[in-house]
């Protein structure tokens, strides 16, 4: 007796498309994600995107059991939970290191050296992983000296990476950039079963504050801040988005505030809130 045809895993709808994809995206599905990141996040992606939103956004459907793109979004639309931030965490893009652009870091032991015995407080609204925000904590600690006083607001939109940048664990080939100086004074290496990793020692930890923020969102700070690292996140933003984030940053800086962005980043529309005191650093009017 011969036995009966497989099913079709649950997963899998029938008109899955030829060229090996296991769920069709159809020009709606794409425009109606592009629209969600925007009004979620003000993520604006481009047709260009397709590839990689699918790839992405294709996790989600995995983890939710969905057999489609448009039962997903359907879903997504009418509730209100931890799943937005799961959908906005796959659609993030998270690019960082240590001491990525050496200049900024440069300019910002020049700017700490100005008042040593200031309290200084610092915001890096696109922690990551953490490479950036360990990267200005150790400038301040080498700049200031002993017992110096800064606080570093570390915040992203994206929550694992910003529990990663908690965690403060890398691996050693992340810190191949760092000097034998820097690791021995900034880091703990791993031995046993956590051979091949770092971890950044807890009295750096104390000067950090890690903070879940979405920069289209007005941000909630009862102190304002000397300086800013907003590096290569306005590159996502529209126009009309990117005037508004820079907007909220100038409320929260002190006046003659600085801060730093991209390489690829630069803000001729927003001449009456900072000019340009440096290669890719700015000050707030």
Known sequence: MPLPAAPLPSRLPASAASDG???????????RIQSLIHKRAGISLHDGKLSM??????RRLRATGHRSFKSYLDWLEQHEGAEWQAF?????????????????FTALADVLATRRTHAWRIWCCAASTGEEPYSIAMTASETLGPGSSFRIVCSDIDTEVLSTAQRAIYSIDAGKGLSAQRLQRFFMRGTGGNAGLMRVKPEMQKNMEFRTINLIEEPLFTEPFDLVFCRNVMIYFDAATKRQVLARI????????LLFVGHAESFGQAR????LRGKTIYERI
Not at 21 to 31: K, L, R, T, V, Y
Not at 250 to 257: A, F, N, S
Request: charged residues 15%; hydrophobic residues 35%.
């Open 21 to 31: 994809h296991e769920w069709a995206c159809s020009p709606a599905d794409f425009g």
């Open 53 to 58: 939103v699918y790839g992405r956004v294709s």
């Open 88 to 104: 906005i965490n796959v659609l993030t893009t998270n690019l960082t290191g240590f001491f990525r652009e050496q200049h900024h």
């Open 250 to 257: 100038h409320r929260v800086l002190k006046p003659g505030g």
């Open 272 to 275: 009456d809130l900072f000019v």
